[in-house]
């Protein structure tokens, strides 16, 4: 004896009838449908990265397609329209124009009556792309901070393109250093990592004159660049092939950085310069400049301190001792000596005999560098021993 199909058959309120397979209708696919888009709206609000909001908007506009799709295939409708019969192409629809194809899926389960669901799939599509697009525009009205990712775009790229940009490897700590609300413009930084080492840029975030909301990206200034740096390098080299004592300069070889002045954006390098006379140890000083330009200073020079001898010292010398003697004849240098005790490339120790008043009389000095990051020396007396 054959099996007996059977039918279910469901009157509705208005005397429609709904005929369908048994068990026909999942009761969870319409709710979730129309709620989902409000929970992933809801979460769009608080969420910031990009790639995260591409996938969260995508399978929302995926699974609720889905869910109504499948509601359309489980649980015919009558009178169907042309996207009622087709499940498959009320699904590919939805995916396409979904803010359209959403509300019109609800209406058209129940025809030709009041349909809540309709218009509350209406407000639910509304408030899911606003979720979408609002925060955005409110974002580039109220301003970007220096630390967002479409600034730390522009500023890289903009870095790039420098004359200095060279082995640059990331751009990292974005942050902010000061803000004027007068204009609404903010101060910001970014570290560059290089294969030479590290320096830092600084920017600034402004209106664009030419527009009424839109933002700018201005390059202030960098800190001192790696000593290492092939620009640095290039600058040392002409500068070196000037000085007399490291003219000729074939190369300029183990160039290494030995300090570096955050505070005053100062770094110190040494090198040795190849020159026909010889290998000359040099001294390579780079600043950097915070504002208005872009501009870097390079210093490089023998680090030789002049023998207390030179001429040069004997005058810094004479005119110590004339600041220093009573008034009348200055006194007379009669003789100029280098000392052992002197550290080779940090200070170097003389004694000057000198007449004063008729009387002979002898003091010390000492010929140093001016300080740690400096390519200046100086002369300064030192009391005899005992």
């Known amino acids: 004896m054959p099996e007996e199909s059977s039918l279910v058959v469901e009157t509705t309120a208005v005397g429609e009838t709904v005929v369908g397979p048994p068990g026909s209708g999942l009761s969870w696919l319409v709710p979730a449908a129309l709620v989902l888009p409000v929970i992933t709206g809801t979460v769009l609000l608080f969420v910031k990265d990009p790639t995260l909001i591409g996938y969260l908007t995508y399978a929302t506009l995926g699974f609720t397609a ?3 799709a499948l509601d359309r295939w489980l649980r015919p409708v009558p009178n169907p329209g042309s996207l009622d ?35 509350i799939s209406i407000l639910v599509a509304v408030f899911f792309v606003a979720c979408m697009t609002v925060p955005k525009l409110l974002e580039e009205y109220a301003g970007l901070s220096c630390d967002h990712p ?60 030419q527009s009424w909301w839109a933002q700018r990206v201005r390059l202030l200034g960098i ?35 030995i300090s570096h002045d955050p505070a005053n954006r100062v770094r110190l390098g040494r090198g040795i310069a190849v020159t026909p006379r010889g290998r000359i140890p040099v001294r390579i000083k780079v600043a950097g400049n915070e504002d208005a330009t872009l501009d870097y200073l390079v210093m490089a020079g023998p680090e030789i301190l002049p023998h207390c001898a030179s001429q040069a010292v004997r005058d810094t010398v004479a005119t ?15 003789r100029i000596e280098e000392l052992d005790g002197a550290v080779p490339g940090e200070r170097r120790l003389g004694e000057c005999v000198y007449r004063a008043n008729g009387e002979v009389q002898q003091l010390r000095f000492l010929v140093e560098w001016a300080s740690p990051l400096a390519l200046e020396y100086t002369v300064r007396l030192v009391a005899l021993p005992d």
């Open 66 to 68: 889905l869910c109504l």
């Open 85 to 119: 019969k087709y499940p498959v192409a009320l699904f590919l629809v939805m995916v396409a124009v979904w803010v359209v194809a959403f509300p019109a899926a609800f209406f058209s389960r129940q025809p030709g009556r009041r349909n809540p669901l309709g218009w």
């Open 150 to 209: 479409k600034v730390q775009a522009i500023v890289s790229d903009l870095v790039r393109q420098q004359p200095f940009a060279w082995g640059i490897q990331q751009f990292r700590s974005f942050g902010e250093i000061g803000h004027d609300p007068s204009t609404g413009s903010c101060k910001g930084w970014c570290e560059v990592v290089t294969r030479e080492g590290t320096f830092e840029v600084f920017f600034t975030l402004e209106a664009d004159p």
């Open 223 to 257: 800190g001192p660049l790696p000593c290492g740096n092939p620009v640095v390098l290039r600058a040392a080299k002409q500068i070196l092939q000037q000085n007399p004592q490291t003219s000729g300069l074939k190369s300029l070889t183990e160039v290494r950085e």
């Open 320 to 334: 110590l001792l004339h600041g220093m003697g009573p008034a009348g004849e200055p006194p007379t240098i009669e």
